[in-house]
């Protein structure tokens, strides 16, 4: 559904006939990849092995930059005017996204439901169907030798729905270290990713004069930086450990941050550099970024994973996505670099701070499965009895 309903919107915003009714547009395709966080997140997690969760969670997120990628190198070509008018330009760009969004929802209906969900929600039978087909699988796969026992069990209580009211109460008071971890995490990321992305282009054609059609070609590589990162720093979630990579990503992109935009307001780069100083950035900061959501899915019961990572990101783009860009666009247009590189401070001083949140509440989730790292406390477990 939240996938449909991106494709829908997207291409809507092709067809676009003046300025609200594309606003319209991108508010619902924002609520599409909103919801497409929340379930696309559960089902990761609740689908993967424990040994290899972070990893693959990563991985997945990090894949957004492929089609970052995609479409940086689409629009050099649909965004030159000797190809197509600029007026069809633009429409033809959103419309890809719009195609490449169907493909996508062709491949998913491939992908199992989360046999965690069917038990909570009573229908043992199709979990019991899920898990089965699954370790058939695994089973041809590894020789086709009986699968050892499972060491422990646990004990889930099936709810039809929760309520607001639970949600709240596991949050602000069952889960609230954790819930503190995540939102710092998340607002963080949120905020520095949104202040250089959303932005980057007003920075290249203002103080670098780059023209807005070969704002595609500096994209390229900043997108590689972002996809690389999580690919490769991933296993080391998994190995090292959460606490350790998280606050290391975090601080590490905080200080690169500050570095890059002291460079900066001094008049040292040109827009190559420029580019080539973020992409170092955000290789690091991509996995940071990643590793925001994969701990908010992984750190709440499993009734209300979906909801948790709902609630995290909206909070996050509010701070974010709504915030940095309105005032990194204030910074730009003054034209002085001095309060930009103010902006570009702002940021590295929340990756650090959440790199100091993350040292001191960091949860060593790695190789758990979900039910080890769901410790209700005893006002919910009553309730859920």
């Known amino acids: ?10 291409l809507l915003t092709a067809l676009s006939v003046g300025f609200a009714t594309f606003a319209i547009f991108r508010l619902l395709t924002g609520a599409g990849i909103g919801g497409e966080y929340a379930a696309i997140n559960s089902a990761i997690d609740e689908l993967l092995p424990a040994r290899v969760r972070g990893r693959a969670d990563l ?15 689409a629009s050099l070509v649909l965004l030159d005017p000797d190809v197509l008018p600029v007026a069809l330009g633009w429409r033809a760009c959103f419309a890809l996204g719009g195609i490449l969004a169907f493909a996508v929802a062709l491949v998913r209906r491939h992908l199992p439901e989360s046999p965690r969900w069917l038990l909570l929600h009573g229908r043992v039978d199709e979990a019991e169907a899920v898990v089965a087909r699954i370790e058939s699988e695994v089973a041809a796969a590894t020789g086709g030798g009986p699968l050892p026992a499972p060491a422990w069990r646990a ?36 905020f520095a990713y949104n202040a250089i992305f959303f932005t980057y282009a007003l920075v290249l054609s203002r103080f670098y004069g780059v023209v807005p059609e070969s704002v595609g070609r500096y994209l390229l590589p900043f997108a590689a930086g972002n996809l690389l990162g999580p690919l490769l720093l991933g296993p080391l979630f998994d190995t090292i450990g959460r606490r350790a990579m998280i606050t290391a990503t975090y601080a590490a992109s905080g200080l690169l941050l500050a570095a890059t935009g002291w460079l900066f307001a001094q008049g040292s780069l040109t827009a190559t550099t420029q580019t080539l100083l973020w992409s170092a950035t955000f290789f690091v900061a991509s996995a940071a970024a990643s590793s925001a959501y994969l701990t908010v899915s992984e750190l709440f019961p499993v009734e209300l994973r979906g909801m948790a990572i709902a609630l995290f990101y909206a909070v996050g783009t509010a701070a974010g996505g709504l915030a940095a860009p309105a005032l990194f666009a204030a910074l730009i247009e003054t034209g002085e670099r001095s309060q930009v590189f103010a902006g570009y401070l702002l940021g590295a001083a929340l990756m650090l701070g959440a790199a100091a949140v993350a040292a001191v509440l960091g949860v060593p989730a790695e190789c758990k499965s979900l039910e080890q790292l769901d410790e209700l406390p005893d006002v919910r477990r009553k309730e859920a009895n």
Do not use: C, D, E, K
Request: charged share 15%; net charge positive.
């Open 59 to 73: 991985a997945i997120n990090g894949s957004y930059w492929l089609g970052t990628a995609l479409g940086a190198a």
């Open 155 to 190: 004990r889930l209580a099936p709810r039809r729905s929760v309520g607001f009211r639970a949600i709240a109460r596991v949050v602000a008071i069952g889960h609230r270290r954790r819930a503190v971890l995540g939102l710092a995490l998340m607002i963080a990321q949120a």
């Open 1 to 10: 559904m939240s996938l449909s309903l991106y494709l829908v919107a997207t």
